[in-house]
Structures are given as structure tokens and as C-alpha cells.
């Protein structure tokens, strides 16, 4: 999940299509790659993510054991079970789980000591950096995902080495937006910096001799609007403009996540998403909205 524009309602949706996929039975496995950490504060409170922080079990931690250390390590060691969303699930025998790698609050400085891992004195050494430096979560993911059903990751917004291994790491990736100027400004630039990426290392991996490193193809599954505000059942007109114009040339999701101030602003304070709890008829609308998100990604990425 990712967009150059912040506020644009990404890790809401990425919480609430992560509870709609465990409540039809998968084990989804959440990465919080956002240094806000919002995704992590979604699941978890303030005390456990300090008790995370100072048992240096977050993907900051996991970073820093290789930019210090050199070290390998697992991201085994980073997985939770959030307690609250995964309780609610419980109640229905049906329902799978969800996991959780958290993010931290200085994992911006990362990015910063990552680059200084890349270059080199000849082009053999450029592009053995450059692929150990972007390979580094799909390597450690592959060794995991075996374990799950799904793995969702919650980006920065911006393109960073990051945004540049979650790229890498995925097979899939999808666009949130808000139906307004800024926040549909930069989707085609996005997409265009995804396909230099692509370009980019493939080339890289082609002419490197290491056999563990194969070529990417992210595909990207669509444009999914949020804070979509409706009037006689339609999307009102100010933001109709701006779906339709990106309609034109991408695809965009059918299913909206529609506006509720109300009921999305306290989800987070209490770990669990809009689709898991006690619904009145807005909710009903919203969770009938996720469901049909969750079937078009499983329905496009078999597509694909």
C-alpha cells in the first residue's frame, strides 16, 4: 500500500482489509514500514510498542542489526500477535489471525544509513550493493511466507530505499487516494518511478552472477479511493471529477472507502478495525465496501 501523498486514509484501509481477510479465515501477516507508526498504534498501545522498543523488536531494530553488525537477521524474532484484534477474532472459530511487524518512530534515519551502503569502485561492486541493499526484506520475508496467507505492507509516503524494498518484496502493489488534486497529483509519477525500479534491478540482477537473486515484476492492481463522501448514493460531484479523470487511465477499484470521521477516528485507540466491530448502518456499508475490495485484489492478483 502506497501513495506520495500522506492523509490519504492508507493505513485505514490497511487495517481494515487485513480484519476482513482474517474474518473470512487467513493468516495475514502486517509490516509497518511507515516511520509514523500508525499502522502499529492501530493493533497495539503506546506501553506495548515501548516494551517492543526496548526489546529491540521492530523493523528499525532489525535494520540497525544490519547496518551495525552486518548482521542476518530474522524477522521472525520482530512477529506479535496484537491481543486485542486477535481476541475479537477468536470469537468466531472461522477466522484466521493477524500479525504484526511494527514500525518505529526513527526508522526515517534508516533510509539515510542505507544509501550509505550503496555505490562502489567498479560496476560489479555498484550492483552487488545495490541488489544486497534492495534485496534485503524480500529475502527475509520469503523465508516466512510460507507461514501466511497474505503479507501486507504499509509504506512511507514517499520513495525512499523503504518504499524501494517493499517494492521489491512484493508482487502486487496498490495505490489509496482521496478523490482531490493533491492527492491524485503524483499516482502516474509513482507508477512511473515503480517501472524505472523494475527496470533498474532486473537489469542489475541479469548481469549479477549471484543465483539467489531473481528479477521483480510489482504489479500494480489499482487505484482505491478513501474519505469519498456520497450524496443520493453517488460520490459527490467535486470528487467524480477527480475519479473519473484517473479512470481514464488507470484502474481504479469499484468498491470506495466512503468518509466517517466518527467511526474511523476512534478504530486505533481500540485495536480493533471498522469491519470487526459492532456495526450500525454506516458500518455496514463501509464493511460491505472492504469485502468487496478484498474479492477484487484476490480476483485481480489471479488475474495477473
Known amino acids: 500500500m502506497m501513495n ?17 481477510m482474517a474474518k ?3 493468516e495475514v501477516l502486517l509490516v509497518d514500514l511507515d516511520p509514523q507508526a500508525n499502522l502499529t498504534l492501530s493493533f497495539i498501545s503506546i506501553e506495548q510498542w515501548q516494551n517492543l522498543d526496548r526489546l529491540e523488536r521492530t523493523v528499525k531494530h532489525w535494520y540497525d542489526a544490519y547496518l551495525d553488525k552486518d548482521e542476518d537477521m530474522s524477522l521472525k524474532d520482530l512477529i506479535i500477535s496484537p491481543p486485542m484484534v486477535n481476541s475479537r477474532l477468536d470469537t468466531d472459530p472461522e477466522s484466521g489471525r493477524i500479525d504484526l511487524i511494527c514500525s518505529h518512530l526513527e526508522l526515517i534515519n534508516v533510509d ?7 555505490g562502489g569502485n567498479t560496476d560489479r561492486t555498484i550492483r552487488s550493493n545495490y541488489l544486497r541493499v534492495l534485496t534485503r ?9 510460507g507461514e501466511y496467507d497474505v503479507i501486507i505492507i504499509d509504506c512511507p509516503p514517499n520513495f525512499n530505499l523503504i518504499t524501494q524494498n517493499a517494492i ?7 495505490v489509496p487516494a482521496k478523490a ?30 549471484d543465483p539467489d537473486t531473481s528479477t521483480i515484476s510489482p504489479h500494480m492492481l489499482g487505484v482505491i479511493f478513501t474519505m469519498v463522501s456520497y450524496r443520493n448514493q453517488q460520490p459527490i460531484s467535486a470528487q467524480s471529477d477527480y475519479i473519473n479523470q484517473i479512470k481514464r ?27 470487526l466491530q459492532r456495526k450500525n448502518e454506516q458500518q455496514e456499508l463501509i464493511c460491505k465496501e472492504v469485502n468487496g475490495m478484498v474479492n477484487e485484489i484476490f480476483m485481480l492478483s489471479n488475474l495477473s
Open 137 to 145: 526484506l524480500k529475502n527475509k520475508l520469503d523465508e516466512i511466507k
Open 4 to 20: 506520495y501523498k500522506g492523509g490519504v486514509g492508507k493505513t485505514t484501509l490497511t487495517a481494515n482489509i487485513a480484519a476482513e
Open 180 to 209: 482531490d488534486y493533491l492527492s491524485t497529483l503524483g499516482i502516474n509519477t509513482l507508477i512511473r518511478h515503480v517501472e524505472e525500479l523494475k527496470r533498474k534491478f532486473n537489469q542489475y540482477s541479469r548481469q549479477s552472477n
Open 249 to 275: 487511465d488507470r484502474h481504479c477499484f469499484t468498491n470506495f472507502l466512503r468518509e466517517s470521521k466518527t467511526i474511523f477516528a476512534h478504530a486505533p485507540e481500540s485495536g480493533i478495525p471498522v469491519v
Open 112 to 118: 539515510m544509513e542505507l544509501s550509505s551502503r550503496l
Open 168 to 174: 521489491v518484496a512484493s508482487d502486487f502493489y496498490i
Open 24 to 26: 473470512t479465515g487467513m
